[in-house]
């Protein structure tokens, strides 16, 4: 099988592994696709097509996601406006159950760290979303709380869109999360 019969094989499947894989690590199928097609080449120049194509192209993908998944928890992009209208925020903004135990005087220390931690977490994980998912809910975090109207208009997309944009984006957000963090079990047990 010639190189270029290899990708014509492969192509289809592929696609369909990367996107599958890719949303839930915040990674857009493309630039996931283009990796794996990358690591195919090289690997077929230093020791030739691997004996099982479709098994290595899906181990494959799997190490790029992988390898995508803890990028992001390393990387921080840096956004200046961002960094402004940070200052002065505090982490209980994104988070009003946060923002109630911040406020109380009688809360523990470990409650307002864990507070923080869980919007530094969130605003985090908001980032790494694909496309226009994080503008989107960014918009919708915000602390001066804006209308489904002010948020189109905001973001140039019509108001009837925005909730099933919404919900995809919270349910990408919501299985990149799952992804990350261990589920307890019923009764308590972390799997």
Not at 88 to 99: C, D, M, N, S, T
Request: aromatic share 2%.
């Amino acid at each position: 099988m010639t190189s270029s019969d290899l990708l014509t094989a492969l192509r289809p499947l592929l696609a369909a592994e990367a996107d599958a894989e890719a949303y839930g690590t915040g990674v857009e199928p493309a630039d996931l696709e283009q990796s794996v097609w990358l690591r195919l080449l090289e690997r077929t120049r230093d020791a030739g097509p691997p004996a099982a194509p479709a098994a290595w192209l899906r181990a494959a993908v799997r190490t790029e996601v992988r390898t995508a998944r803890r990028r992001a928890r390393r990387e921080v992009p840096y956004d200046p406006g961002a960094a402004e209208s940070a200052r002065g925020r505090g982490a209980g903004e994104l988070l009003p159950v946060a923002a109630e135990r911040i406020g109380d005087p009688a809360a523990a220390v470990e409650d307002r760290v864990l507070a923080a931690e869980t919007g530094r977490a969130l605003r985090t994980a908001v980032t790494r979303l694909p496309g226009r998912c994080p503008r989107l809910l960014g918009a919708m975090l915000s602390p001066r709380d804006p209308t489904y109207r002010e948020v189109a208009g905001e973001l140039g997309i019509s108001q009837g869109s925005l909730g099933p944009v919404r919900s995809r984006c919270l349910g990408c957000l919501r299985r990149m999360l799952a992804a990350e963090v261990a589920a307890p079990e019923h009764g308590g047990k972390e799997r």
